[in-house]
């Protein structure tokens, strides 16, 4: 079983175009983070829920919204995509803030 | 801001063991060190975690002198598959702050 599951692995879309990806985990955990890696390989937090709530909004564009149906999913809506959004998304979930990370796969996303 | 300094890179031979340090001179009382791995294409995963003195599991060695402003990740007879690159995060088990990853350090180990 997979413990951290995101959907799509892969994702190439045009410049203008809203797309989602999902993330859902099966460890009972109590939170749950979308971070950003970029071509450079920086691992930035961009998103951090505990139970359902959203606890840590770093520095990032309105046109990502992240919502959290139930503790077990995570999943990230971003408008307008842009250039620079081109990145691989990582979620992960952790017991609780600040405790041992699980990380998904991975969803690379291209903008073209 | 990440709160810790590592070496971009490292180079090593099969079978050697491998030394990362990781630079923490901030290190909160209340403060865990941890070291995750991230192989190319995959999410960052746990190694090794530790408080003080000296950790050991079955992948790696942790040693954090008295002062606790550096650690070392130690790992003995590194193979090609251990070609990663090493992340060091300082951060408390339990607070509100989730853990913040620096630059980590690209460990290639060659034949």
């Known amino acids: 079983d997979t413990a951290v599951s995101q959907t799509p692995k892969y994702l190439v879309t045009q410049m203008g175009n809203d797309k989602s990806i999902k993330c859902e985990q099966n460890l009972g955990h109590d939170t749950m983070y979308w971070y950003k890696q970029d071509s450079k390989k920086f691992l930035k937090i961009m998103f951090s829920?505990?139970?359902?709530?959203?606890?840590i909004n770093e520095t990032v564009p309105n046109r990502f919204s992240p919502k959290s149906p139930d503790k077990a999913h995570l999943n990230l809506h971003i408008n307008s995509l842009e250039l620079g959004d081109s990145a691989v998304y990582f979620c992960a979930s952790s017991q609780v803030v600040g405790g041992e990370l699980f990380f998904g796969e991975g969803s690379r996303l291209t903008v073209l | 801001l990440a709160k810790t300094t590592q070496p971009i890179s490292m180079d090593s031979y099969e079978g050697q063991e491998v030394n990362i340090t990781c630079s923490h001179n901030n290190i909160a009382t209340n403060d865990y060190i941890t070291w995750y791995q991230q192989f190319p294409s995959q999410g960052p995963r746990f190694i090794i975690q530790?408080?003080?003195t000296k950790v050991t599991n079955e992948v790696a060695s942790l040693f954090i002198p008295a002062d606790r402003k550096s650690s070392t990740l130690s790992l003995p007879r590194v193979s090609l598959s251990d070609t990663a690159v090493y992340y060091c995060?300082?951060?408390?088990?339990?607070?509100?702050?989730?853990?913040?990853f620096g630059k980590g350090t690209r460990l290639s180990v060659i034949a």
């Open positions: 829920y505990n139970n359902k709530e959203l606890i």
């Open positions: 530790g408080y003080k």
């Open positions: 995060l300082v951060g408390t088990l339990s607070g509100n702050t989730p853990l913040v």
